[in-house]
């Protein structure tokens, strides 16, 4: 499943057992906050939580949370 950010930058993530998924890139992993956010223009609006960092960063998406500007391609 791609993920997109306000900027157009994506993400992919994977099925990883229930709950949630893998994030494939783990630049969009802060780890000094222990957050998600777009590494391109820094945004944590994204449709995603946190589940675990302990190994592969770990995440759910949120339903209902949606992105403020989908920006040119909404």
Do not use: H
């Not at 950010?5 to 990883?16: K, L, M, Q, V, Y």
């Not at 590494?39 to 770990?58: N, R």
Request: net charge positive; glycine share 12%.
């Amino acid at each position: 499943m791609n993920i997109r950010c306000i900027c157009g930058n994506e993400t992919t993530i994977i099925a990883g057992g229930k709950p949630g998924y893998i994030l494939q890139d783990e630049s969009w992993f802060d780890k000094a906050k222990s957050e998600i956010r777009c590494p391109k223009c820094k945004s944590t609006e994204l449709p995603l939580e946190l589940i675990d960092a302990g190994g592969p960063i770990k995440v759910q998406v949120v339903p209902g949370r949606t992105i403020a500007n989908k920006g040119f391609w909404g």
